[in-house]
């Protein structure tokens, strides 16, 4: 994966002797890696082997991994994670590009006041009024459904408003081009305005995919039944194999957990930065 | 150019993720929702698998696995009923989830509550004031068998059978039901020359200065999880009352003693015993785990704990070397041993059930709990065999003899007296309350605070908190 | 005294609109006024004079009269922006909204409305909905699984704060008052001068003093209060402990990162992915290294270096210490993700210049590279408060759960802990109240000091 990654001008800001950095990052780098390579090790290793603080692969592996994915059914709640959080991802770019197709390319009356009411909700997480929100979607007898942990974070303002100003910031040309030709907002949308998007699309993407995939407390709240659960609040039945604090599965699942957030931000990064500096450049 | 691609594909491949699921999403959510609602939706109709959503609070294999067992053998005994088991990670998670279900009307016909629930799920109605739970006698009303299956709720053991009987009737079926007891770690302790296991306070804290003293002495001598059944297992050792109405049982409680004789003498001990560094505090509240964990990593040569887990942590102790002996809570030796209690659960009935589905319900809380089933529980945990039947079964099969430890709780409930205050109290609430007492035990532990003056303080917000709970549904 | 509500609050809305003479025509502040009593009186309107009535506490009285106030503040400010857009001295909204000077679609005029409506409905239903059944729900004795509730008026919300009315008043408003003495100190002195310089120390200070009065108005418990002013400490402390920790690691590596070097694409991609961490992973990784039993951290502090180190959940200092690395951890990769986009930007040639000056690396850190981050490092703040007033419930859920004595339950966790775990939804709401105050403030601030921005990665 050398080479790409953020990217970087040819010119540094200080030259000198390379080796301290190399030494420096290479230091920060183990610093940073060091909780993930220690959980891998642990993750080998039975209670006895992790108890007698043996700093070589044990000999768990494969049973924590049977405990893990097959007699907890991790591999459900993994599921059940990637589902909700392509669904949200899916649904917040969908209605996030229509309302950025709204806002620019449209003129109605009392415009102002429904963009105040969204940027509004920029300052109203979900957290704050996680008690009430509770209350009203059990109300609705969603507790235990997909629904619940996708669709009240289906609309966004952030991603509304990334998509408004990177069409403000579109030639107009684009449209006038395409009204002659006998566009309709739709084609328009499709034709013109996704293929140019590609890059803030990608960027929304990996904010999503890795905020809604790392979830923890709506859902804990809202999903009681194990077997509708997501990997996050999953991860906590998996303190406990048979009686004791048991530390291989445990880490052994927070890998798993981490591995398709990871897949996503590394192999989206470059649309992820590139969409980054577009959003900045304003 | 490239990157725009691999965008693209991996969007392409998304699209198909997202088409592929899309069925499966709808079924695989919508089945755990519309399953319970059967229980009570069900037509009765000959030839029609009734299906009983069976709502528990384990997810360990143990546990869980004995529950899916047993259901999987009633149904392939009874074709026309299917008993369906949905795990929960704790009680408190399938109480909230119930009392969900119960609003927007689709609960599970068996509901598996723990003994602090038992006064909210009485009280619990539904949004047309009907209560939600049946009584498990009157839905019983006198039969001796249910389709075959023999009653058992004549044999259910006295502590148990005592302590969930509310307004003499039995309301919900026992299931798991253990007590307080304490393992030692025999080998650490004869190294220390403590050759009795300790029975009292202080002989406990005699053992701890020999074990304290020795060389190679483990970190701490003993702990316990820092939970407030431990405390109302020590009101209940020294006869004090938790509540007033003789604990919730002769009336409504509508007043808590928090600053009891008892109570005091007891925190006092247990901080005194943290404050010679005798006992040791995980530091997190409700720590099962953690305190079993330091038992097993030998770092304390005593653990007071449920019972629940006695196999467990007999066999655990043998294979990491060491030997684990059972015995009785340690008691105030300065007062008259009165009686411990007990902990668990109970398996309540949905209230509104057709008479087939409710039928099938009750067939299967018996035979859930028949000799053999109470037997091999007890057996894979250390719960207590939940009737006399059972014990009988076990006695004969002489399992006690080859783990003597399994016995103990037993042995203990049938000590007691039968008096409220060993019964435990009915208290609403009590799930916060027991909170109150914890935060309070642990800012005495952690800050160094004064025991009475501390507990004066969580006296208030109990009754407080109580005197809302009744303002809710006492009227 | 609702009378004395409702004279203040029309004396408050002559007050609001007099201090610009475009609003000070009688007509203006006719309306202005009836406004301002209008919106005042539809607090006890709706809830009635419960926070007046007799068997109310002094707190309550000054609870419902700030409650009025507020009401008509906001009302205030509605008014002013109407009469803003009918004098036209309002900026463009069409700028604002970003729509494109000339064209657009001419449709039928459903068609916007049908491509917002989706997002409409969901903000209404799931965020705006909920967030006004916080508000109301904190004025609610109501438990999970009751079927009725009873209205206790703002006794949740006064339970939180001190019970002395007068000093729950005064410090707030010495507080307040501080700041704009010492930024009209700062505006009135010109720079570079010694006065100058006092006047920035003391609005500095002055802002620390809001923190500070909040600390002194919140209760310690006793009384038949609760005790809040623990809970924000803890919020605070760990708050700053992370946003502290994650920001200036963040930083230092990023810049030590940021260089041509042999294999720096590597060590780059080695650095950011903590990112794709979840809050929880980071709790059980954390949880795993420091647990007293087989926690490699414990171990090693004994081999190498013979020292016993106490259980880390029995401790306050080290709890909350576990909690800022495990969550600072986190959160390193995101802000070192962004310093290296924001390097990008620093000017090259007046770095190149300074060191042609012969300024130290120190220097031109601080003189160049340090103020040209500042709008990323402005972003990075407010997304490193949100996340550490937010996310960081999972890694507390996992590493301490709050303990030892609540010193790690910073406002989210004990908002779950009281409104969940212990099913008392009113007292929950309340607390969320506060919380919700406190991101207002946030956003505020931030929205004044940046203009309009776009957040990256938030929770909306």
């Not at chain 2, 965008?7 to 695989?28: K, M, Y």
Request: proline letters at 4%.
């Amino acid at each position: 994966m050398a080479g790409l990654q953020v990217g970087v001008q040819k010119k540094g800001i200080v030259r000198g002797r390379q080796w301290p950095f190399h030494l420096a990052l290479s230091a920060s780098v183990l610093v940073i890696a060091f909780p993930l390579l220690y959980a891998t090790l642990i993750a080998t290793q039975t209670n006895a082997e992790i108890f007698s603080f043996k700093f070589t692969p044990g000999s768990a592996l494969a049973s924590n991994f049977d405990d893990v994915w097959v007699k907890r059914e991790f591999s459900r709640a993994m599921w059940n994670s990637l589902q909700q959080s392509l669904w949200v991802t899916v649904g917040k770019t969908v209605l996030s590009l229509l309302a950025g197709l709204a806002f620019v390319y449209f003129k109605f009356r009392a415009k102002w006041l429904v963009f105040f009411f969204v940027l509004v909700t920029l300052m109203m997480p979900t957290e704050v009024m996680i008690l009430a929100m509770f209350r009203l979607v059990s109300g609705f007898g969603w507790q235990d459904t997909m629904a619940s942990i996708t669709l009240p974070f289906i609309a966004s303002a952030t991603g509304a408003f990334l998509f408004r100003q990177h069409f403000a910031n579109m030639p107009v040309e684009l449209l006038e081009a395409s009204q002659i030709d006998g566009a309709t907002p739709f084609t328009f949308l499709t034709r013109v305005l996704i293929p140019l998007s590609w890059n803030i699309i990608g960027a929304l993407f990996v904010i999503q995919f890795v905020y809604t995939w790392n979830m923890f407390l709506w859902p804990s709240l809202i999903i009681r039944d194990d077997s509708a659960q997501v990997v996050q609040v999953a991860m906590q039945t998996l303190l406990n194999f048979g009686g004791a604090l048991t530390f291989g599965p445990l880490m052994l699942a927070a890998i798993i957990a981490s591995i398709p957030p990871a897949l996503v931000f590394v192999l989206m990064q470059k649309p992820f930065m590139s969409g980054f500096v577009t959003a900045q450049d304003k | 150019m490239r990157s725009r691609l691999r965008l693209f594909s991996l969007f392409a491949a998304l699209g198909l993720v997202v088409a592929a699921c899309g069925g499966g999403a709808t079924e695989g959510t919508e089945a755990p929702a519309d399953a319970p609602a059967d229980a009570g939706a069900a037509d009765g109709a000959d030839g029609e698998v009734t299906t009983i959503g069976f709502w528990v609070a384990f997810s360990d294999e143990a546990r869980l696995g004995f529950t899916k067992e047993r259901a999987a053998e009633f149904n392939a005994k009874y074709p026309e009923y299917n008993i369906e088991v949905t795990s929960f990670a704790s009680y408190n998670d399938v109480f909230d989830a119930a009392v969900l279900a119960v609003d927007s009307g689709e609960p599970p016909g068996i509901i598996h509550f723990f003994e602090a629930a038992t006064r909210q799920a009485l009280d619990a109605v539904g949004a047309d004031g009907q209560p939600i739970f049946k009584s498990v006698t009157e839905a019983i009303g006198g039969r001796t068998e249910i389709l075959g299956e023999p009653v058992i709720l004549d044999d259910v053991v006295d502590a148990a059978k005592n302590y969930y009987t509310v307004n003499g009737s039995f309301y919900s079926m026992p299931w798991n039901t253990s007590s307080a007891i304490m393992f030692s770690n025999t080998d650490m302790l004869e190294a220390a020359g403590v050759m009795e296991i300790p029975e009292t306070w202080a002989e406990v804290e005699a053992a701890c200065e020999k074990v304290m003293a020795m060389p190679g002495a483990p970190a701490a001598c003993i702990t316990w999880p820092n939970h407030s059944w431990f405390v109302e297992q020590s009101l209940g050792q020294q006869g004090e009352l938790l509540a007033n109405n003789d604990n919730g049982r002769s009336g409504r409680a509508t007043e808590v003693y928090l600053t009891s004789e008892g109570m005091i003498d007891y925190v006092s001990w247990w901080k005194d015993m943290a404050d010679k560094g005798y006992y040791t505090y995980t530091g997190v509240q409700r720590d099962w785990d953690g305190t079993a964990n330091a038992f097993l990593a030998q770092e304390v040569a005593m653990l007071i704990y449920s019972s629940s887990d006695t196999t467990f942590l007999t066999n655990s102790g043998k294979e990491a070397g060491f030997d684990v002996k059972a015995s009785f809570m340690p008691y105030n030796g300065e007062r008259e041993y009165v009686g411990n209690l007990i902990g668990g659960a109970t398996l309540w009935l949905l209230n509104g059930m057709d008479k087939k589905a409710e039928d099938g319900a009750l067939a299967f809380m018996n035979f859930f709990s028949n000799p053999e089933n109470a037997a091999e529980w007890h057996r894979i945990t250390g719960y207590i065999p939940i009737t006399k039947s059972a014990e009988a079964l076990l006695e004969q099969e002489g399992w006690y003899d080859e783990s003597p430890n399994s016995r103990v709780a037993s042995e203990q409930l049938a000590a007691a007296k039968n008096t409220p205050a060993s019964l435990g109290a009915l208290l609403g609430n009590f799930v916060a309350i027991r909170d109150i007492i914890t935060i309070a035990i642990e800012d005495i532990l952690v800050n160094d605070l004064d025991v009475a003056e501390r507990m004066a303080q969580a006296n208030e917000e109990a009754n407080k908190s109580l005197a809302e709970y009744e303002a809710l549904f006492g009227g | 005294m609702l009378i004395a509500a409702l004279v203040t609050a029309a004396l408050f809305g002559v007050v609001f609109l007099t201090r610009e003479p475009r609003y000070r025509t009688p007509r203006r502040l006719g309306i202005g006024t009836t406004v301002s009593v209008a919106a005042a009186a539809a607090v006890p309107g709706t809830m009635g004079p419960c926070g007046f009535a007799d068997e109310s506490t002094p707190v309550d009285h000054v609870l419902f009269f700030a409650l009025m106030l507020t009401s008509s503040w906001i009302a205030l400010i509605v008014t002013r922006a109407i009469f803003d857009r009918s004098d036209g001295a309002s900026p463009d909204t069409s700028a604002m909204t970003g729509e494109i000077r000339s064209g657009g679609f001419r449709t039928k005029p459903w068609v916007p409305w049908l491509l917002l409506s989706p997002t409409l409905v969901i903000l209404i239903v799931f965020l705006y909905t909920p967030a006004v059944q916080t508000f109301t729900l904190g004025t609610k004795l109501a438990r999970l699984g009751a079927p009725n509730s009873i209205d206790v008026c703002l006794s949740n919300f006064s339970e939180l704060l001190i019970v002395d009315p007068v000093r729950l008043v005064a410090y707030p408003l010495v507080a307040v008052a501080a700041v704009y003495a010492t930024s009209w100190w700062r505006r009135a002195t010109s720079k570079e001068t010694w006065s100058h310089r006092l006047a920035e120390v003391a609005s500095t200070l002055s802002v620390l003093g809001i923190f500070v009065a909040l600390w002194a108005i919140f209760s310690p418990g006793g009384d038949g209060q609760v005790a809040y002013r623990p809970v924000y400490v803890t919020t605070l402390i760990i708050t700053i402990g992370t946003v502290a920790t994650g920001m200036i690691g963040g930083l230092a590596i990023a810049y030590l990162a940021f260089r041509n070097i042999r294999g720096g694409g590597v060590y780059r991609t080695l650095l950011i992915w903590p990112y794709a961490i979840s809050p929880t992973v980071a709790g059980i990784l954390f949880f795993m290294i420091f647990d007293p039993t087989a926690g490699i951290f414990q171990y090693l502090a004994e081999v190498w270096f013979g020292v016993d180190v106490p259980n880390y959940r029995e401790s306050a200092i080290l709890a909350q210490a576990a909690i800022i690395l495990a969550s600072g951890w986190k959160i390193l990769g995101y802000n070192i993700l962004f310093y290296l986009a924001g390097l990008q930007t620093v000017p090259t040639s007046q770095v190149e210049a300074a060191v042609i000056d012969g300024a130290s690396a120190w220097q031109r850190f601080t003189k160049i590279v340090l103020p040209s981050l500042s709008p990323i490092t402005f972003f990075l703040l407010v997304t490193n408060l949100t996340y550490a007033f937010f996310e960081i419930y999972a890694t507390i859920d996992f590493m301490t759960k709050g303990a030892p004595a609540g010193k790690t339950s910073v406002a989210i966790y004990e908002i779950i802990r009281v409104g969940v775990n212990n099913g008392d939804l009113g007292r929950g709401a309340a607390q969320s109240v506060l919380l919700f105050v406190a991101v207002i403030g946030v956003t505020l601030w931030q929205f004044r000091t940046s203009g309009e921005r776009v957040t990256y990665g938030g929770a909306t």
